[in-house]
């Protein structure tokens, strides 16, 4: 049967690959970049951005999230060619921040601290996602990979706050979050990241 009979798109597919069974290529990226984010050097200049991005969602009450870019050379030009972005979010205990895709850019994601539920979406249902930052779990279990257009949502548990660090396939500034809206004629809304800081 093909994939058009199926009624399965090119992006399911993907999805299925990258997400359900993880190839061996994409493992060895996720490793490569897993190993520079545990280099201590490299750490000692994330987590300062890490606490101002903490120190922003307890000053924001109503926000759901905050995040920061982190600059590339903080990783001395040592990460895959097509990661052009690096980003710390964090999200609020007890939020489900609803869907959201990114039209042009495959993310990357790794739990920094805590844990949480990134959600993806097939056809037809939302799939569960648990990550956790113990450095001693499969990688499956600590890594999310979601191609281009994939519907995620972060759905967090109530206990603690969940810090992510996230790769990107453009540039900070290009990097667009396309979110559901009933009120626009397309049904979705789009924003660039930094146009919302």
């Known amino acids: 049967m093909s994939k058009?009979?199926?009624?399965?798109?090119?992006?399911?597919?993907?999805?299925?690959?990258?997400?359900?069974?993880?190839?061996?290529?994409?493992?060895?990226?996720?490793?490569?970049?897993?190993?520079?984010?545990?280099?201590e050097s490299?750490?000692?200049?994330?987590?300062?951005?890490?606490?101002?991005?903490?120190?922003?969602?307890?000053?924001?009450?109503?926000?759901?999230?905050?995040?920061?870019?982190?600059?590339?050379?903080?990783?001395?030009?040592?990460l895959p060619a097509e990661i052009q972005?690096?980003?710390?979010?964090v999200l609020r205990a007890g939020v489900d921040t609803g869907p959201e895709r990114h039209p042009n850019s495959h993310q990357r994601m790794m739990t920094f601290d805590g844990s949480g539920d990134m959600r993806t979406r097939d056809a037809s249902q939302w799939r569960s996602n648990v990550l956790v930052?113990?450095?001693?779990a499969p990688l499956e279990q600590r890594w999310i990979s979601i191609p281009r257009n994939v519907w995620h949502r972060?759905?967090?548990?109530?206990?603690?706050?969940?810090?992510?660090?996230?790769?990107?396939?453009?540039?900070?500034?290009e990097l667009i979050e396309e979110k559901p809206d009933d009120s626009s004629k397309a049904g979705t809304k789009q924003t660039t990241y930094l146009s919302k800081k």
């Open 4 to 39: 058009r009979n199926a009624g399965i798109t090119d992006w399911e597919i993907e999805l299925i690959v990258n997400i359900c069974e993880m190839t061996q290529e994409e493992e060895a990226r996720l490793e490569s970049i897993e190993e520079l984010l545990r280099s």
């Open 42 to 78: 490299i750490r000692q200049e994330i987590l300062p951005i890490v606490e101002r991005v903490r120190a922003e969602l307890a000053r924001k009450n109503e926000a759901l999230m905050t995040w920061e870019p982190i600059p590339l050379n903080v990783f001395g030009g040592a």
């Open 85 to 89: 972005s690096a980003w710390v979010f």
């Open 133 to 136: 930052s113990n450095s001693d």
């Open 154 to 173: 972060p759905v967090v548990g109530p206990d603690a706050d969940w810090t992510v660090v996230s790769f990107h396939t453009v540039p900070a500034e």
